[in-house]
């Protein structure tokens, strides 16, 4: 009768490889054959958890299992389980449950090239550059590729300890049959060849430290803080692996005038007495030069005007730019300037403050 492997470990059918993992640490305890001493049960209970794992814990037997109900005719009954166990206790077994485990799951594979370190840099522009595309060039100090070999250090040849695998092999008796494990070739890294010849250039360090210029384009609309990504320009990796990014960190300048929200921008203008009561024309700056605005009779002191379009540029559209005005207040007249002012006064029907009357009684 075909055995319910997800029945005996207490998993449903959609169970992870890491529900898998602690399901057999729980069950491997508990049934162990030291913690249950002349308790045949439980060693049969043990043999069979490992038979469990041993199958879902595999891809492909898992998958055969599933669909067929069996995982290629494969059982571990009548595995002689002392052989394994013999001068191994309880300790030693579970001190090395991790090994024991990543058996199950298939050993480390040939050594992965380590992918080089990532650099970050920042970059300092104007609100006026932040409001349009803009290239800057980035010098960077870093270690890049070996032009001369390529990254490789020399010329390579490949290992005659591992044929070129890169990976050496390790037999291992478990309690469900003997596995094979794979480790990276010490001879030659786990990158499959050796060094016939060294670099004159790097000396098989296979990068050299250089100083470089780089273009990087700002897009329009860019933020304090930002940071841009450039694919491959980071330090190279070892052993002609690839390399890693460059990050700008863009900073803008604080502006002399201008203070910014999102796309849009603002400044203050100050405005005669006269232009806020009669009206005016006047020139206001942006951040592409210089354009008009319109100032209407009766103006109030801090009123903001609106200028659509004269903010930032982004993918997301173009700000507007914001203008308040301020009624500066003449520090001194001329005696003509006073006795104009003193005639406008007397033609004043109502002061400002006269609703405060109704206070006084």
Same mark, same amino acid.
């Given at each position: ?17 890491? +529900?898998?993992? *602690? ?7 508990? /049934? ?7 308790? *045949? ?13 041993? #199958? ?8 055969? /299992?599933? =669909? ?43 050594? =992965? !090239? ?6 970050? =840099? ?10 349009? +595309?803009?290239?800057?060039? &980035? ?10 070999? +390529? ?7 490949t290992c005659q300890n ?15 049959? &003997? ?47 930002? =940071?841009?990504?450039? !694919? ?20 803008? @300048?604080?502006?002399? &005038? ?45 009123t903001v005007f609106r ?15 914001? #203008? ?7 520090? @001194?007249?001329? *005696? ?21 009357? @109704?206070?006084?009684?």
């Amino acid at each position: 009768m075909t055995k319910d492997y997800y029945d005996l470990l207490g998993l449903k059918k959609d169970a992870s490889k890491e +529900d898998i993992k *602690k399901a057999y640490k729980k069950l491997a305890k508990k /049934y162990h054959p030291d913690l249950n001493p002349n308790n *045949k049960e439980a060693e049969h209970k043990f043999k069979e958890i490992n038979e469990a794992v041993s #199958v879902l814990a595999d891809d492909q037997k898992r998958q055969q /299992y599933d =669909q067929f109900g069996t995982a290629d005719g494969q059982s571990f009954e009548g595995f002689d389980f002392s052989d394994f166990m013999r001068g191994r206790g309880a300790e030693d077994f579970f001190g090395g449950f991790e090994g024991i485990f990543e058996s199950f799951f298939g050993g480390r594979g040939r050594a =992965q !090239r380590s992918r080089g370190a990532d650099i970050a =840099q920042e970059v300092e522009i104007t609100l006026e550059e932040a409001a349009h +595309d803009t290239t800057k060039t &980035i010098n960077v100090n870093k270690l890049d590729r070996c032009a001369a070999c +390529d990254g490789k250090g020399g010329d390579r040849e490949t290992c005659q300890n591992c044929k070129g695998s890169g990976m050496f092999m390790r037999t291992q008796r478990t309690p469900f049959g &003997i596995f094979q494990t794979s480790s990276a070739c010490r001879e030659c890294g786990g990158s499959g060849s050796t060094l016939k010849k060294v670099c004159a250039k790097c000396h098989a360090e296979g990068r050299v430290r250089v100083r470089k210029d780089i273009d990087v384009t700002i897009p329009a609309g860019v933020e304090e803080g930002m =940071q841009l990504r450039v !694919r491959g320009e980071g330090i190279a990796g070892e052993n002609g692996a690839a390399s890693g990014d460059l990050y700008i960190v863009v900073k803008i @300048k604080e502006h002399e &005038i201008f203070t910014r929200k999102g796309n849009s921008i603002m400044l203050e203008v100050p405005i005669s007495f006269t232009q806020a009561v009669l009206g005016d024309e006047i020139d206001v700056p942006t951040l592409n030069g210089k354009a008009e605005l319109k100032i209407p009779p009766h103006t109030q002191n801090d009123t903001v005007f609106r200028m659509r379009g004269k903010g930032l540029n982004s993918r997301y559209g173009v700000g507007d730019q914001y #203008v308040k005005v301020h009624i500066k207040v003449p520090e @001194k007249l001329t *005696k003509e300037q006073h006795e104009l002012v003193k005639k406008l006064a007397q033609l004043e029907k109502e002061k400002p403050t006269s609703f405060l009357n @109704k206070f006084f009684g």
